[in-house]
């Protein structure tokens, strides 16, 4: 009797065992495998993380793209709107970064003697030394040229008349530039209408260490703009601004090349630039 007790509770003893090995301590089952439709389950729950974070966060801030909206609340889509617009700046700089003029001493020769007739003419009407600037090594001969004769005229209204003739081998066109720059105080002037969306690059053929003095305006409008130079296998970005109406300052060469401005309309409207300069440069390069 007693065997018989005994191999009739054995199984059962085992069986508990078995059952709670197979449980924690809350009484859930552990070590079951996933199924083939929990694995489908957990795959499309990724793809959708991975899309919302594609929509709402990468689009706005690498591309300006921004269908949900989130972007803007979130400050991404003005970031990513500058990246794309720096990009493109960048590409037009890669463009024109090109061809690179010197002077040689001919045209430097040239420009002493523009500089010289204009230092004479201002003597006969008094113009300020600022507006003549005439090298120091032509003082002597500026002082023993001749004095133009003033146009006969009444005595109160005679004035003499700003004109230079060129001299041999040099265009009228620099002659005239230089005459321009003695009168209005600005050698070259040039406007562009830029739709929205739309940028201009202006630049100035310059030796190292010249200075040109500039005033550009988007006329009662704003712009953004780059004040960059490349040449001589070199590239520098002197300052950039964002919404700004205005600028007047003087632009330092850091090495021979082309220095100037890039200008984008990122207003809805119509939006017209105009830039002045004047100062050392050999010419200006615009389209």
Do not use: C
């Not at 199984?11 to 449980?23: K, S």
């Not at 795959?43 to 972007?71: H, K």
């Amino acid at each position: 009797m007693n065997t018989n007790s005994d191999t009739t509770h054995t199984p059962q003893t085992q069986l508990r065992a078995d059952r709670r090995a197979n449980h924690d301590g809350a009484g859930r089952l552990r070590g079951v495998e996933a199924t083939s439709g929990g694995l489908i389950r957990s795959t499309l729950m990724a793809s959708g993380a991975a899309v919302a974070v594609l929509t709402v966060v990468y689009l706005p801030a690498e591309y300006g793209i921004d269908p949900t909206g989130f972007g803007a609340v979130l400050g991404l889509t003005e970031m990513g709107q500058i990246k794309q617009q720096l990009y493109a700046e960048a590409e037009a700089d890669e463009a024109g970064a090109g061809a690179v003029a010197t002077l040689d001493p001919a045209t430097m020769g040239r420009l002493d003697r523009i500089e010289a007739q204009l230092a004479a003419i201002g003597a006969v009407i008094g113009a300020p030394a600022s507006v003549t600037e005439a090298p120091a090594q032509t003082v002597e001969e500026v002082a023993a040229a001749p004095a133009p004769e003033p146009e006969p005229g009444p005595a109160l209204d005679a004035t003499p008349e700003l004109t230079a003739e060129p001299a041999p081998g040099e265009t009228t066109e620099a002659v005239d530039a230089a005459t321009a720059e003695a009168t209005s105080g600005w050698r070259d002037e040039v406007s562009y209408s830029l739709a929205p969306g739309e940028g201009i690059e202006v630049k100035l053929v310059m030796q190292e260490g010249q200075t040109a003095r500039f005033e550009w305006t988007a006329n009662g409008s704003v712009v953004n703009y780059d004040t960059h130079g490349d040449g001589s296998g070199q590239k520098i970005s002197y300052e950039q601004g964002r919404g700004v109406p205005d600028q007047t300052g003087e632009l330092t060469a850091a090495f021979t090349g082309n220095h100037g401005w890039f200008w984008r309309n990122r207003t809805d409207a119509p939006v017209t630039v105009t830039l002045r300069t004047a100062g050392d440069y050999a010419e200006m390069k615009a389209p």
